[in-house]
């Protein structure tokens, strides 16, 4: 049975790699973690969201 290493990465390493990398990263709790990418349907479902947002709140009044 093989187990996985773990290594803890420091602020300053998640930066350094953040400046090269291709695709977008986080870092939690000392990991660096790879983000999802979006597609062409998730870009299109938040900006009818923001829109159907937007105009609720234009029409509501505080």
């Known amino acids: 049975m093989t ?3 773990s290594r803890t990465y420091s ?6 790699l953040e400046e090269v990398a291709v695709e977008r990263h986080e ?3 000392g990991a660096i973690v790879a983000m999802s ?3 062409i ?3 299109a479902i938040a900006g009818n969201l ?3 947002l937007k105009n609720a709140l234009r029409r509501t009044r505080f």
């Open 41 to 43: 349907e998730h870009r």
């Open 3 to 5: 187990q996985a290493i």
């Open 27 to 29: 870092y939690r709790d």
């Open 50 to 52: 923001y829109a159907l």
């Open 11 to 16: 602020l300053e390493d998640y930066r350094d």
């Open 37 to 39: 990418g979006e597609t």
